[in-house]
């Protein structure tokens, strides 16, 4: 057994199998949530902007964004007396939030890219502060490959030209940046250096090209100059901010908007300068953790592309969101210009929920504080005041969002939805569930107990409105609207969807009936349990019957949303709400019916994925991940990638909900529903932690392609992130889990039994517990472990052998200690030139060292010799056996020996 040991700060390892670049999707959209962003292509070397003003959505209708870039700007390198402007490249990789290209060399010295948006995952007011600033980040390294110093400089260039607000050009604002002035609009571009003694310029380009200085006068570019060492790296870090203000003058239906149309930033900064600054102080934290999240995510033995939508899918959270000053968040639907309480913000909720819960808490009170009047508890779709002519103008699109935190009944949802004549969609469901949902995930995260008690009231009158709509003696609402329901008259009669609605409320019932318990309100914990055991015996008698033959998940747009309800319970961990039988049963209808679907005029990946592509994924995808069918759901996933990853990456930060052919597949939609990819995810992984109850869920569901193991797989945790190692045998599994903090206090942990037993013999740590239940659900059966006093989980982890397997292979053997002596932040790992690297061999034999590229290319050899069992450093030459200089940049170290070997990532260079 190899080990690697880097000296770092952190007790975790990466192991990555391979992983590969995405390229021609003209660049990551970078900008905090609701603010607007900038975008790079370094194909073109040019940069693309938002035109985004709040409260209304992206204007990137017709590829608009693509559409708005600077008259010139990108970036200008110099190295060694020789100088290259507008730099580009086809080496580039997307990995939302995150872009990274390499240029070619200059004079020895090459060039690389890593621009990022700023976020750094966790649940504290700093992060979130990031996470809504209007800020993107672009690093330059340079590494010198000579045998000598090189002096080096590099420049960025932004002909604002209005784009993001301010003057057209530049003004010179000291030697490290440029201002875009303006009263109401501006913005800043900013240059640090992290070399020995760097010359800063600003302005015009002056001598850049012949000596590596701008002009110092009013002009788009930004620069800095040092000299290189021979072997060593420089960074020159390009700070971009902006600062936008909107006050309209339509007041809509509302007065007295005191400028709460503004972004939710006018709360921390006073124009871009300031944003620039906090920007600024916080650069490398923000590099180093994205870093570490991107190659921490692409670090598991899942499948590349799928790791790799898991990624990219979450640009909604760029792309989609708002937030205003007066604490209002919600996210843009998509092709609707219509932004509010719509289900699919929650079923993408997940990756925000469990990274920045702040986001969420604000979403959930914005859907709280908009509750109708005329129908308490009921939830709105969306707010519309039924303009025409669609995205015709900010003032229009403005007055969408313009619904107070206050409940209202003239607000009108969905303009075209009409109910025997009626505008309005207080007959819908679902929208209550997902209410009920957000609350819960929040619960779960954050375990914030006095907020939960604050929201109870709220949660429970929703609740109450779903019991109302459900009929005298049901706790099904079979009758009411949803998302999924479609005009049978050309927009003013609309059928149901009862299979949704009553599967879907089943897990809503329990989700009010554990929140409930979690406050002590014990009364009402046992009446919702009461509901849903009801509803789930109505459910099973009303559908269960004849199942292999009626029309349930049977040949139909959108049948997938019959069994959504089973995939929201097993995410949840919660029971199974429906039969085994019947389940699976819907299951081989569903695969019948999409399978081999075709459809005339519409590509035949996109016929497969149904009319809406992501609730395919995310319903009928996370039902068979639940039923045990990780296989089929890679199929179902596999579609989707294939259809935008493969065959139009341009669109990879656009995808639509809805099932398009020709040139509508290429609808700039961006709908906000991609991030619940991420649900299929936990799933596979059957993970969940409960911070408010202190239960931690493991029960794997592992696609054939992984051999029963998971390795180094990134667990979210809004505390600080942890990692997953698993292996099962035919009877048996080893379990690791560790947090890089102590993040995670647990006194009842969850398996998966796989045993065949009720009483296989468990060990933690390597003691014996004693208190287990064996759970048999049908499908779904448990192992319940109830600790006799509870144990925090940190960097050290803990172990769990079930029925005598013991961790041998893979990283559940050990837990490798990770440290550096240049220690960055949590799970960043660089090498570089003079850096030693320790590693551990269990025996004696020829031990291999490599470089391969993210492609899995082989850069070279680093180190090979016999060593004896124990730890072994060697110090690096920055090399290659062969005498090839490896410049800076992510790679998988590759450590070989006779016994097998291992890969992790790492960054090499100072």
């Known amino acids: 057994m190899l080990s690697i040991i880097l000296r770092t700060s952190l007790i975790s390892l990466l192991i990555i199998s391979s992983t590969f670049a995405l390229a021609k999707t003209r660049g990551t959209p970078l900008g905090g949530m609701g603010t607007g962003y900038v975008g790079y292509d370094a ?16 204007d990137g209708w017709n590829g608009a964004d693509y559409n708005r870039k600077p008259s010139s700007g990108g970036f200008y390198f110099f190295a060694n007396g020789q100088a290259v402007s507008k730099a580009t490249t086809t080496d580039e990789d997307a990995k939302c939030p995150m872009y990274t290209a390499s240029f070619s060399a200059v004079k020895g010295v090459a060039f690389t890219l890593t621009a990022f948006g700023p976020y750094l995952p966790g649940d504290n007011p700093d992060n979130f502060k990031l996470a809504t600033s209007p800020l993107a980040f672009f690093e330059i390294a340079a590494t010198n490959g000579n045998a000598a110093a090189v002096d080096v400089a590099a420049a960025m260039e932004f002909a604002n030209g209005g784009l993001l607000g301010g003057a057209n050009s530049g003004s010179v604002d000291g030697t490290q ?23 800063y310029s600003a302005g015009a380009i002056g001598t850049f090209t012949t000596a590596g200085t ?21 960074r020159f870090k390009f700070t971009l901010s902006w600062w936008r203000k909107y006050e309209t003058t339509n007041t809509g239906r509302y007065s007295n908007w005191d400028g709460k149309e503004n972004y939710w930033y006018h709360n921390n900064f006073a124009n871009s300068k300031d944003a620039a600054a906090f920007g600024r102080s916080k650069f490398d934290a ?18 590349d592309w799928y790791k790799d939508r898991l990624l990219n899918n979450t640009y909604p959270m760029i792309h989609n969101s708002q937030a205003t000053k007066d604490g209002r968040l919600a996210f843009w639907e998509g092709l609707y210009g219509i932004i509010g309480t719509i289900d699919q913000g929650q079923h993408a909720a997940l990756f925000y929920t469990f990274n920045w819960p702040e986001v969420q808490w604000k979403e959930l009170n914005y859907w709280r504080s908009t509750t109708r009047k005329d129908f308490p508890g009921q939830i709105h779709h969306d707010f519309n005041i039924g303009i025409s002519n669609f995205h015709s103008n900010a003032e229009k699109e403005a007055a969408r969002f313009v619904c107070p935190l206050v409940g209202s009944n003239n607000i009108n949802d969905y303009w075209w939805f009409k109910v025997n004549g009626v505008q309005n969609t207080n007959t819908w469901a679902d929208l209550n569930m997902m209410f009920i ?29 779903i019991i109302a709509q459900c009929g005298s003696g049901s706790k099904l609402p079979l009758n009411c609207h949803s998302t999924y329901d479609e005009s049978t ?11 949704y609605n009553g599967g879907v409320v089943l897990p809503a019932y329990l989700a009010v009936s554990e929140i409930a318990k979690y406050i002590g309100q014990t009364d009402v914990a046992a009446t919702y349990r009461g509901y849903y055991e009801t509803g789930r015996a109505e459910y099973q008698k009303k559908y269960g019957n004849d199942i292999a033959t009626n029309n349930y998940a049977k040949g139909r747009d959108c049948s997938e949303g019959d069994v959504a309800g089973y995939s929201w319970a097993n995410y949840f961990c919660f029971e199974p709400v429906m039969d085994s039988a019947f389940i699976t049963a819907a299951n081989k209808k569903l695969w019948a019916y999409y399978e081999n679907r075709t459809e005339s005029g519409v590509d035949n990946l996109r016929a497969k994925l149904g009319k809406w592509g992501f609730y395919t994924c995310d319903h009928w995808g996370g039902t068979e991940i639940a039923t045990g069918n990780p296989d089929r759901a890679l199929v179902i996933h596999g579609w989707d990638h294939e259809y935008y990853f493969k065959d139009s990456p341009g669109m990879i930060f656009w995808q639509t909900l809805r099932k398009e052919s020709g040139a509508n597949k290429d609808s700039y939609a961006s709908y906000m529903t991609g991030p619940t990819v991420w649900r299929s995810y936990f799933q596979m992984c059957g993970y969940l932690l409960d911070n408010a109850n202190n239960r931690l869920w493991i029960r794997p569901r592992i696609p054939s392609s992984m051999n029963g193991k998971i390795t180094n797989a990134l667990l979210l945790n809004p505390k600080c992130l942890g990692t997953l190692n698993y292996e099962e ?3 048996g599994q080893c379990v690791r889990v560790s947090y890089d903090a102590p993040g995670a206090t647990v006194s009842e942990i969850v398996l998966k039994n796989n045993t065949g037993s009720d009483t296989p013999p468990i060990k933690i740590n390597g003691e014996t517990v004693t208190t287990v239940t064996a759970e048999n659900n049908g499908i779904e059966k448990n192992l319940r472990i109830k600790l006799a006093s509870p144990i925090t989980i940190g960097p050290d982890g803990i172990t769990i052998s079930v029925n005598g397997m013991e961790c041998k292979t893979g990283t559940c053997s050990r837990v490798v200690k990770l440290s550096s002596v240049f220690p960055l932040s949590i799970n960043n ?6 850096m030693p690297i320790r590693y551990s061999a269990d025996g004696t034999g020829m031990v291999v060292m490599e470089l391969l590229t993210l492609n899995g290319a082989r850069i070279g050899t680093i180190m090979q010799k016999n060593v004896s069992a124990g730890e072994h450093t060697f110090r690096w030459d920055g090399k290659t056996l062969n005498g090839k200089r490896v410049g800076s940049a992510f790679v998988i170290v590759r450590l070989t020996s006779p016994a097998g070997s291992m890969t992790k990532t790492v960054f090499t260079g100072r």
């Open 43 to 58: 194909t073109t070397g040019n940069f693309y902007t938002s035109g985004k003003t709040p409260p209304p959505a992206a």
């Open 177 to 199: 940046a440029i201002s875009f002035a303006g009263t109401n609009d501006n913005a800043y571009l900013a240059v640090d250096c992290d070399g020995t003694s760097p010359a």
């Open 214 to 234: 701008l002009a110092n006068s009013d002009g788009n570019l930004v620069a800095a100059k040092c000299s290189v060492p021979a072997d060593g790296t420089v």
């Open 286 to 303: 923000v590099r180093n953790g994205i870093t570490s999240f991107v190659s921490r995510t692409m670090a598991s033995n899942f499948p």
């Open 437 to 465: 949902f957000k609350a819960y995930e929040l619960m779960l995260a954050t375990g914030n107990k006095d907020s939960m008690t604050a929201y109870f009231p709220a949660i429970k009158q929703t609740a109450e409105r």
């Open 489 to 499: 008259d050309g927009g003013n009669t609309f059928n149901t969807s009862p299979e």
């Open 729 to 731: 045998s035919a009877a």
């Open 829 to 834: 790992f660089r090498i570089a030139a003079g």
